[in-house]
Nanobody
């Protein structure tokens, strides 16, 4: 059974930091591009960052570039997102997602990915 389980969300103040984790099981983690996406309340899915295995190339949306850092530990089947200098507009449900070929920055729905988690709420107060 494929599972992606996110953790680390919560409520923080603007300017704070927060770390998210996503533990994967049931598929060959190393063969997948791993991605963080988010969905703000009442808004569409928003691609945040992707990281490829092997060389670890990572890519970020303009809105988080320089503030967030995505990484993966293929030995632990775990994806991470380090979020710094959080802003109220970062408030969203954060999901990790897996795809064999792409980070899916153009995807608009979670089910366009091969696998996705149940999400974790991140709330940033002003």
């Amino acid at each position: 059974e494929v599972q992606l389980v996110e953790s680390g969300g919560g409520l923080v103040q603007s300017g704070s930091s927060m770390n998210l984790s996503c533990v994967a099981s049931g598929f060959d983690f190393v063969d997948y591009v791993m991605t963080w996406v988010r969905q703000p309340p009442g808004k569409e899915l928003d691609w945040v960052a992707s990281v490829y295995s092997y060389y670890g190339n990572s890519y970020y949306s303009d809105s988080v570039q320089g503030r967030f850092a995505v990484s993966r530990d293929d030995s632990k089947n775990t994806l991470y997102l380090e979020m710094n200098n959080l802003r109220p507009e970062d408030t969203a449900v954060y999901y990790c997602a897996a795809d064999t070929t792409t980070g899916g920055h153009y995807y608009t729905r979670l089910d366009e990915y091969d696998y996705w988690g149940q999400g974790t709420q991140v709330t940033v107060s002003s």
